[in-house]
């Protein structure tokens, strides 16, 4: 079984600075992914990023990118030069390699301040 | 080219109603998975299913909740006979096959269930 916890519900950055969201998974499995959503006020999830147990690099996709520290089992999502379009929900989530099936944290909620 | 669409988006039923959410994947997708927000609560996955055929309903609660995905049509969601507890928002997801991984499923914008 999978765990996610995400410990800040929420969080408050100004425009243009970075920010870091943290999340830390529990999983005994030796292949899984880890994912980033973001959940607009309007709703709909949107994918933001995806990394592999076994991937060495940490992922980075525009303005985003994963921290990912294996042995401390965290995920932590960067985001550089909040944009006031960035606030949101935030999501992590992980799946055992292969699956179908992902876990999801609670999210945590970020306000961009101009 | 049209993302997943979910109608309605926003539904208010009474307790002992009937709800019936639907949602078309993209076009090309075979393959649908509903979940389920409640309040504050990342999502849970409820069902996977293919055209005519249910894959994996382990998330699915074992009464009042149905689901299916014709050979013509929508994919839908029914509960019935609503409790508050229904009250929550559902995401539907599709992919063009087996999603080998989460990050291939793309989601819809939810359809948000009020129970009064």
């Known amino acids: 079984a999978q765990k996610i916890t995400q410990t800040q519900p929420g969080m408050f950055v100004q425009e243009k600075e970075a920010v870091t969201l943290d999340c830390t998974y529990d999983?005994?499995?030796?292949?899984?992914?880890l994912f980033w959503y973001k959940q607009p006020s309007s709703g709909e999830m949107i994918f933001l990023i995806y990394?592999?147990?076994?991937?060495?690099q940490n992922a980075t996709e525009g303005r985003y990118s994963l921290n990912f520290q294996k042995a401390r089992k965290s995920a932590n999502l960067v985001i550089s030069a909040s944009q006031l379009g960035d606030s949101a929900m935030y999501f992590c989530?992980?799946?055992?390699?292969?699956?179908?099936?992902?876990?999801f944290g609670r999210g945590t909620s970020l306000i961009v301040h101009p | 080219n049209a993302g997943v669409m979910q109608n309605p988006r926003h539904l208010v039923r009474r307790r002992g109603q009937e709800a019936r959410l639907r949602c078309s994947p993209m076009k090309g997708h075979s393959h649908v998975y509903w979940y389920r927000q409640l309040p504050e609560e990342g999502l849970k996955f409820m069902v996977y299913?293919?055209?005519?055929?249910?894959?994996?309903e382990s998330g699915m609660p074992k009464e009042r909740f149905s689901a299916e995905f014709p050979k013509e049509g929508p994919s839908i969601l029914r509960i019935q006979q609503v409790v508050r507890g229904d009250s929550a928002a559902y995401f539907c997801a599709s992919s063009p096959t087996f999603a080998r991984d989460t990050y291939e499923q793309y989601f819809g914008p939810g359809t948000r269930l009020t129970v009064t």
């Open positions: 989530a992980s799946s055992s390699g292969g699956s179908y099936i992902p876990t």
């Open positions: 299913l293919q055209k005519e055929n249910i894959i994996d």
């Open positions: 990394q592999g147990s076994y991937d060495e």
């Open positions: 999983t005994s499995d030796q292949s899984y992914g």
